[in-house]
């Protein structure tokens, strides 16, 4: 096993050797293993915003068996589905990839102003399929959330006690929050650490703008001299926040955007030391050839190469 990979799972002391032993098989798959880096596929979306907003741009990806061969030919270190779309391709993809099954989904078909996932797959399924690693989403800000910190315990003590990875989703959303706060660099440094309290191993947070919504962060920031003009520097900011950077954490690609838009994006995450990406619109909305070339350009990028 390479140096920075034994590196990152020392910071895991706490964990038992079925999880570390999982962590492992992210960290050293694809064309990134090795090397602490990190591009994952999710594909929730279909439930998040449904199969017509998600899956019409390029129709072929309304297959879930589209997007297991995507990962895999792209040379990701995992992918992330609900329990349904991993159930329809977990057989015939078995030990291809590392699985992330997302144990939680919201549907788009009301307006929740603090919305609450609800509880669609469990660590027996995840266990049952194969899996590396469970996801959950919580919404920091919401009125629901305390519903969805105390769930995400009970799973997460569930899950490591079965030796899988547990990755958080973490969404700042609710009624108190402003729309651009929701992206807002104090408020997505308080995500990762929100997420790394409540236990998980890798982090998935939104890439920070460059704006405060909190008044007391704000004046901490001033005071600081906190310097936040480019992304890279509000990346440090957020990997600060997570532990120092000891817990991996990963950065959101959003609604698809043009390529360069992306990549320049991607290069801001590396730069600020990020571990990673986790890309599902940008990815597979594109037709399958386009898809593969974007993918290759951002694992490049990781890997110092472009």
């Not at 899950?159 to 969404?171: D, E, F, N, T």
Request: net charge neutral; glycine share 10%.
């Amino acid at each position: 096993m390479k140096r920075r990979i034994k590196e990152i799972l020392s910071w895991y002391g706490s964990d038992n050797p079925g999880t570390l032993t999982n962590l492992a098989r992210i960290l050293n798959h694809g064309k990134l293993g090795g090397t602490g880096k990190l591009v994952i596929l999710p594909v929730d979306q279909g439930v998040e915003h449904g199969p017509g907003r998600t899956y019409v741009p390029n129709p072929p990806s309304f297959d879930p068996r589209y997007h297991f061969e995507l990962a895999i030919e792209a040379g990701l270190n995992a992918y992330a589905a609900p329990l349904g779309f991993l159930e329809a391709g977990a057989r015939d993809y078995a030990g291809d990839l590392p699985l992330i099954l997302k144990l939680n989904n919201r549907e788009n078909l009301s307006s929740d102003k603090d919305p609450l996932q609800a509880v669609t797959g469990s660590v027996e399924a995840a266990l049952r399929l194969g899996c590396a690693a469970i996801g959950y989403t919580v919404y920091p800000g919401s009125m629901q959330r305390v519903s969805m910190y105390e769930k995400l315990q009970a799973l997460t003590e569930e899950a490591k006690r079965h030796g899988l990875v547990v990755v958080v989703w973490s969404y700042p959303r609710g009624s108190d929050i402003s729309k651009d706060g929701e992206t807002a660099l104090d408020v997505s440094a308080y995500a990762a650490q929100i997420a790394a309290q409540l236990g998980a191993h890798i982090l998935k947070v939104k890439p920070p703008a460059d704006c405060v919504e909190q008044a007391e962060a704000k004046k901490v920031y001033e005071k600081a001299g906190l310097q936040t003009a480019t992304l890279a520097q509000r990346i440090e900011h957020v990997m600060n926040s997570a532990f120092d950077g000891r817990r991996i954490t990963i950065f959101s690609g959003g609604a698809a955007r043009g390529t360069e838009e992306v990549l320049e994006e991607i290069r801001g995450i590396r730069d600020g030391g990020g571990f990673g990406s986790i890309m599902g619109r940008n990815a597979f909305q594109r037709e399958r050839s386009e898809a593969l070339a974007l993918l290759d350009q951002v694992v490049k990028i990781y890997q110092g190469k472009l």
